[in-house]
């Protein structure tokens, strides 16, 4: 056994050691079998059904926008293997180096690999972003939400936006800032962004892949509202799961423990949720998102090890 494998095995064993303690501590403090006794079994199904969603999701815009073909079937397990990764790891850091690995076993060289997870998450930071906007248009004219966002935050977003702009321009440390990490890093994947986009199937699919991810995590949260007691809209669901993304990726701490589900919560209190029903929806939907593919994302994990494929 050579020095690389023996001391990837020792990090393996402790992280399965330390998500096992962070597993047990967490579900023990949120003793989720007694907050979700009395909620409805269908919705629970309902919610189960559509948390897999965005993992087909993801798959589906990984297999587009990459330049060697992946096996969906292989890419599936490892999108299911970046779940317990991402427990032991800040900010979704150790799934996309394991995605990075994953691809260099495909053939990639690291610098295209890097490039490929670069434009999956540039295109998917896109997609998303208009999403949010059409959110927060429909919300605003919405006359059924229990919250509406008013055209003046609308138009406070957009001056604060055009505000950052113009600093960026007058300011010559902002416009290093900006160069260095908005401009070079598009204009270094823009040759192979280029060539994905001369092929409008690819971009189809990589579209609805990521339009999958924050509507399936919606419909969950949308589900597990239903399965307690609450009801949201679904408009509105869409911009609380992309908030809380954005709050999970801001706070340093492994797989968003903690503040994914404040995040959550103060979103469906925000959506008219009563407090106690707004976090049992928040703790329902991060188990069957979360914690419930941390044993399968294990031995998925394991398997891949096994047949080298990361």
Not at 51 to 65: I, K, R
Not at 152 to 169: D, K, Q
């Amino acid at each position: 056994m050579t020095a690389r494998r023996r001391a990837w095995r020792a990090v393996l064993v402790v992280a399965t050691v330390v998500a096992v303690v962070v597993l047990a501590r967490r579900l023990e403090a949120a003793d989720l079998g007694e907050r979700l006794r009395s909620a409805r079994p269908e919705w629970v199904l309902a919610a189960a059904v559509c948390s897999l969603v965005p993992l087909f999701g993801n798959v589906a815009s990984m297999t587009a926008l990459s330049p060697v073909r992946l096996p969906v079937a292989r890419t599936s397990v490892l999108w299911l293997a970046t779940s317990f990764v991402n427990l032991v790891t800040p900010s979704s850091t150790g799934g996309v180096a394991l995605t990075v690995r994953y691809l260099q076993r495909r053939g990639l060289p690291l610098a295209v690999a890097v490039t490929t997870i670069g434009i999956v998450q540039s295109t998917s930071f896109v997609v998303t972003g208009v999403l949010v906007v059409a959110g927060l248009l429909g919300a605003g004219r919405s006359t059924e939400s229990a919250v509406s966002v008013p055209w003046p935050v609308v138009g406070a977003g957009t001056v604060a936006l055009a505000t950052a702009l113009v600093a960026v321009r007058l300011h010559p440390q902002w416009r290093r800032w900006a160069a260095e990490r908005v401009v070079e890093p598009v204009r270094a994947e823009w040759p192979a962004l280029r060539r994905v986009l001369t092929h409008p199937g690819r971009v189809v699919v990589a579209v609805a892949g990521h339009l999958a991810v924050p509507l399936g995590f919606a419909a969950t949260l949308w589900c597990a509202a239903r399965a307690v007691g609450g009801q949201a809209p679904l408009l509105l669901l869409v911009l609380v799961v992309v908030g809380s993304s954005a709050v999970t990726a801001a706070v340093p701490v492994p797989g968003g423990i903690g503040a994914s589900e404040a995040a959550l919560t103060a979103g469906l209190v925000a959506c008219g949720l009563a407090p106690e029903a707004a976090l049992s929806a928040a703790l329902l939907h991060r188990a069957l998102t979360f914690w419930v593919r941390v044993p399968p994302a294990w031995v998925a994990l394991l398997w891949l090890r096994r047949r080298r494929a990361v």
